[in-house]
């Protein structure tokens, strides 16, 4: 059983440039969440997919984020013209509709550094 | 606003102890409280969690205690290890919006040998 995976582990880029992330979850899962996370907090929910639907976006994500799941499987988050303070763990995380389906499953993270 | 507050920021306990973290929320809607484990450069790792139709659950060293009333929930490690050494969040989020978790900002424990 492989888990969550995330592409990349860490991208260091410059004020200005966009940036896109890739989760892949836990096979079959079909929900799929977005948070962020930043030095010395808890994870802050972004995101969410039910397979390939978005069903609800945080206020944290601006316009300058779009978070896509195409065929409901894996997903993007992209972030245009990013700015020092996108600065976090980008975190991914999958649950099944089964059972407990508030079971969310952590990947690695993306940790972005802009300079 | 946090919905879920975390003390304390940091503790430190010798191996063989017990650590206690505690955690306190307001919205009566959540009913499904997990806890969560990250070591440094990883991402959180679900460890134990509780629906408020019971107020201890047990795993091993880790126990989750559940007072509905007060509304707040505690972690225990039992016979802390220097292998537990990591920071700690515990979540919560409402059964009407099974996607959002809300976490508290985190205890960062350290085991000493």
């Known amino acids: 059983d492989t888990g969550v995976s995330q592409n990349p582990r860490h991208k260091i880029t410059k004020r200005g440039q966009n940036v896109t992330f890739r989760c892949d979850p836990i096979s079959e899962h079909n929900r799929l969440y977005w948070y962020r996370q930043t030095l010395g907090q808890g994870p802050e929910f972004l995101t969410y997919?039910?397979?390939?639907?978005?069903?609800?976006k945080s206020r944290l994500l601006s316009d300058r984020f779009s978070a896509e799941r195409p065929k409901g499987s894996f997903s993007t988050l992209e972030i245009q013209r990013t700015e020092q303070g996108d600065s976090a763990m980008y975190l991914c995380?999958?649950?099944?509709?089964?059972?407990?389906?508030?079971?969310?499953?952590f990947g690695p993270g993306t940790r972005l550094t802009v300079t | 606003q946090q919905q879920v507050k975390q003390s304390p920021q940091s503790l430190i306990v010798q191996k063989g102890g017990i650590s206690i973290i505690n955690c306190a929320y307001e919205?009566?809607?959540?009913?499904?409280f997990p806890w969560y484990q990250q070591f440094p450069g990883k991402g959180p790792a679900l460890l134990i969690a509780i629906r408020p139709d019971v107020s201890e659950k047990k795993e091993g060293r880790f126990t989750i205690s559940f007072n509905k009333s007060a509304k707040q929930f505690s972690l225990h490690i039992m016979d802390s290890q220097p292998g537990d050494s990591a920071t700690y969040f515990c979540a919560a989020n409402p059964s009407s919006n099974d996607y959002k978790l809300s976490f508290g900002a985190g205890t960062t424990v350290t085991v000493r040998a």
């Open positions: 995380a999958s649950s099944s509709g089964q059972g407990w389906s508030y079971e969310q499953y």
């Open positions: 919205n009566t809607a959540f009913d499904y």
């Open positions: 997919f039910q397979n390939e639907a978005q069903l609800e």
